[in-house]
Each structure stands twice: as C-alpha cells, then as structure tokens.
C-alpha cells in the first residue's frame, strides 16, 4: 500500500498539441490529483461537476481560467478553489506550455460510501485482496 507521493514535476509532465494531456499523481478513495498538461490552443470547455470540490494550482506558464462568468489569468503561484456546481473551464492562450496541478476532492454520498467499503472489505481478502491494494 503506498504511503505517500512524490515525484519531480519536470520529469513526469507531458504534452500533445492537440488535446489537454492529464497526469495521473495519486488516487485517494475520494481525493485525487493530477496535472493538467496543456499546449497553446488546448481548451477545456466550461463544465460543472456537481458531486467534487477542485482546487487549481497553477505551476508553470500561463494561460486563462474561466470560472463563473469570468476570466481570470492563470500565472505561476496562482491558486483557485472551484467547490461543486461552479462551471469552469481553461484556455491555453498564453505561454506554449501551461501545467494546472489539480486537486479533487469527491463528496460521498450512499452509493460512493458503499462502494469503498466493498472495496475495503476485498483489500482484506488472503488470496485477491492484493488486486486492491
């Protein structure tokens, strides 16, 4: 079972000119992160998410945040708490290379709640409980 992450940004970021690349960072049962690796003209259209909170940190490049009905400019040190049902989204219109660091946390409701327990409950298993870990 991992304990902690780390890992140098420089060495795991990546690109594709034509659509936003993710980075998968850790995947908590209801918290996760990643970064969002974008190239100049990639574009994340304005979307909600009713059930997660998201935090952005914006650590290289720049570009532009919309969140709300507004536009705000996403430059190094920038951070940005977007809680569930605020529409949002980003425009890779500034530097060649922008990376978001995207923080998510998942709200649990019955469903999603029994769900990690099953999957708790498997990770406890002697002979498959090692496929869940």
């Known amino acids: 079972m991992k304990r902690f992450f780390a890992a140098n940004v420089a060495e795991i970021k990546k690109f594709s000119p034509d659509q936003l690349a993710n980075v998968n960072l850790w995947d908590g049962e209801a918290f996760f992160g990643r970064l969002l690796c974008f190239s100049r003209g990639n574009v994340v259209r304005y979307h909600r998410h009713e059930h997660t909170d998201e935090a ?22 920038m951070t940005l708490y977007v809680p569930a049902g ?10 060649a290379q922008w990376i978001v660091r995207e ?5 649990i409701y019955a ?14 298993l002697p002979l498959i409980g090692s496929r869940f870990r």
């Open 56 to 77: 952005f940190d914006v650590l290289e490049g720049e570009g532009t945040i919309l969140i709300d009905g507004r536009e705000l400019r996403g430059t190094p040190g």
């Open 86 to 95: 605020v529409e949002h989204g980003f425009r890779a219109d500034g530097t």
């Open 103 to 107: 923080t998510v946390h998942e709200r």
């Open 111 to 124: 469903g999603r709640a029994a769900k990690m327990i099953a999957r708790a409950a498997l990770k406890r």
